[in-house]
Nanobody
Framework: QVQLVESGGGLVQAGGSLRLSCAAS????????MGWFRQAPGKEREFVAA?????YYGDSVKGRFTISKDNAKNTVYLQMNSLKPEDTAVYSC????????????????????WGQGTQVTVSS
């Protein structure tokens, strides 16, 4: 029921910043748990951040990345600061109707809707 489209990826030098956006088509966006995952070629998806009534972050990005959303615009954002080469990956937006228990919010299987992803490349 929800279409997700990511944008904002690109090439940035280590230490730089980038802001990703995820636009959702659904009218019930505010009731969804939204997450960001990333995946490098040949590797499994890694949890980055999620937001519902609270926010959650992967250990590798905590303190550097910030997730936020604008319900009026049906858009979730990922502000990425102090980027490192190891942050290089395809970043995908994911959604789930309603809440996700804390034990599952980091799992890809918990999310029902996925965008196609946007490439982030961090050079050294």
């Amino acid at each position: 029921q929800v279409q997700l489209v990511e944008s904002g990826g690109g090439l940035v030098q280590a230490g730089g910043s980038l802001r990703l956006s995820c636009a959702a088509s659904g009218r019930t966006f505010s009731s969804y748990t939204m997450g960001w995952f990333r995946q490098a070629p040949g590797k499994e998806r890694e949890f980055v951040a999620a937001i519902n009534w609270s926010t959650y972050y992967g250990d590798s990005v905590k303190g550097r990345f910030t997730i936020s959303k604008d319900n009026a615009k049906n858009t979730v954002y990922l502000q990425m600061n102090s980027l490192k080469p190891e942050d290089t990956a395809v970043y995908s937006c994911a959604g789930h109707r309603g809440g996700i228990v804390d034990t599952n919010i980091r799992r890809t299987v918990a999310y029902d809707y996925w965008g196609q992803g946007t490439q982030v490349t961090v050079s050294s």
